[in-house]
């Protein structure tokens, strides 16, 4: 590996300039806004579904298709990232996410507003990918554990905070725009963070020249829309036969990506990702616990909105509140991880990961002892819990897989990265859907004993990232490098 002077000055030859005051929120902002609006629609849905006439299949697609669309479009847009520039890619993305915001905002009826969401998810799925190569390559050292700590804190916001700011936007009725403003409050945001990033934010690209490789973004693409698009859509159409034909058709897929890779390198082409990061066992060994982590995360928000709203009985702004005590754990051990994680190594994500098991068993024995009756504050306690494990894996976990990571994969790394996470998302929900429906049978007290189920699956996947993580290298995991 190369000593730090020499990777501080590649990173030098990467960026065309220091970042400046402003890049973190610049940079980060649009992160808030991706992550926001995947939860934040959840709100959403009952009062647009009234005020447009959308039907169910409608609804689902509303959903889904950002979803789907963002998932779909990572790898190959960082790789554009590093061909191109991360900047200019970022600000693409997050030009297309803003006016798509505005659609959002504006439609005039469920088609639109369709359509409106698969572009931001397009959108969404350009800029992410960026952000992480731009924080990997601009920032060193401390500099560099600092702004992964921000980016954790930012997914944790977004996604946590998505059920309270929606609840509260929906409750406020600001200007008469009820469910819309959910949408338009990206619009002044995306504004701002375009006008800003061409002095707070230095361009970046790979150092070698290079072309795209078509036929392997289109493999890709289409292994893993084989792969997300059954994984969303399942579950509510109960199973049809074209979702096990999507699953078996992702294998020979994304095996024919990965032969044509191996091929176009041996042969001296640019690849889309290049296979030899895969030889690396922090990446590979990462790559496996993001998954494991990542589809106990989106699936604990999902069933634990579900029992607070139908097994407590409490709106969306009550239940967006009772969140952010997670929130507040959260908060309180990702300041702290770049510490652990420099003093005690993967032990510290060994660490979070069995804070986040004793949370969801913690919380499970509460829920089974107040049932669908009790107060929410008895939870307290146990999401605290929850939340302090979220944050000492979420931001270092995701730092350890690109550390060290050459300047020239960046971006396809940073695009393999995300797409594992959204597949973990999307894996996630799937199976616990299934504990959760199968554990309750629709009444409050049900959605108790599905909860109960559910946080089963979850202590298993806690579990599980726990045992991962031992296999990482020895190393700091603080996000340095």
Do not use: K
């Amino acid at each position: 590996m190369a000593d730090v002077g020499t990777s501080r000055t590649v990173r030098e030859q990467q960026a065309t300039g220091l970042p400046g005051p402003l890049a973190l929120p610049v940079i980060l902002a649009g992160t808030f806004m991706v992550v926001l609006d995947f939860f934040i629609v959840n709100v959403t849905v009952p009062a647009l579904q009234r005020e447009l006439r959308a039907g169910t299949d409608q609804v689902q697609l509303i959903v889904a298709g950002y979803g789907l669309a963002y998932a779909c479009g990572l790898i190959t847009a960082g790789r554009l990232g590093d061909l191109f520039g991360r900047r200019r890619l970022y600000a693409s993305g997050l030009l297309l996410f803003t006016v798509a915001s505005l659609g959002c905002g504006t439609a005039p009826n469920a088609s639109a507003l369709v359509a409106a969401r698969v572009a931001q998810g397009v959108g969404a799925a350009v800029l992410s990918p960026q952000v992480l190569t731009i924080l990997g390559v601009t920032y060193a050292g401390p500099a560099r554990a600092r702004a992964f700590t921000a980016y954790g804190m930012v997914l944790a916001s977004g996604s946590i905070g998505g059920q309270l700011i929606g609840g509260a936007l929906v409750q406020a009725d600001v200007a008469g725009l009820g469910w819309r403003g959910c949408f338009l409050i990206n619009v002044p945001v995306g504004i701002a963070a375009l006008l800003l990033l061409p002095r707070a934010v230095p361009e970046s690209r790979a150092p070698e020249s290079g072309r795209l490789d078509i036929p392997g973004a289109v493999l890709v693409t289409l292994g893993l829309v084989a792969v997300v698009l059954p994984l969303v859509e399942g579950r509510e159409r109960d199973w049809p036969p074209w979702t096990w034909a999507c699953l078996a058709a992702a294998l020979p897929l994304l095996g024919a990506f990965a032969w044509h890779q191996r091929g176009l390198r041996a042969r001296g082409g640019s690849p889309l990702v290049d296979l030899t990061l895969f030889r690396r066992r922090a990446f590979t060994v990462g790559l496996a616990a993001v998954l494991l982590f990542y589809a106990g995360v989106t699936s604990f928000f999902l069933v634990l909105a579900l029992y607070l709203q139908q097994g407590l009985g409490l709106g969306a702004l009550d239940s967006g509140l009772t969140f952010t005590v997670m929130g507040v754990g959260f908060f309180v051990t990702t300041v702290s991880a770049r510490r652990l994680g420099a003093r005690f190594g993967r032990q510290a994500l060994v660490l979070g990961g069995i804070t986040l098991a004793v949370g969801h068993l913690w919380l499970s024995l509460t829920v089974s002892r107040i049932g669908a009756g009790g107060h929410t504050g008895a939870l307290a306690p146990a999401l605290l819990t929850a939340g302090a494990g979220l944050g000492m894996v979420m931001a270092p976990l995701n730092a350890t897989v690109l550390a060290g990571v050459e300047p020239r994969l960046a971006g396809a790394a940073s695009g393999v990265l995300t797409s594992v996470m959204q597949v973990g998302n999307a894996l996630g929900v799937v199976l616990i859907g299934i504990v959760y429906y199968g554990g309750g049978d629709g009444t409050p007290q049900g959605t108790a004993e599905g909860l109960r189920a559910g946080l089963v699956y979850l202590i298993v996947l806690a579990a599980a990232t726990a045992s991962v993580v031992r296999l990482l290298p020895e190393g700091r995991s603080d996000g340095t490098a």
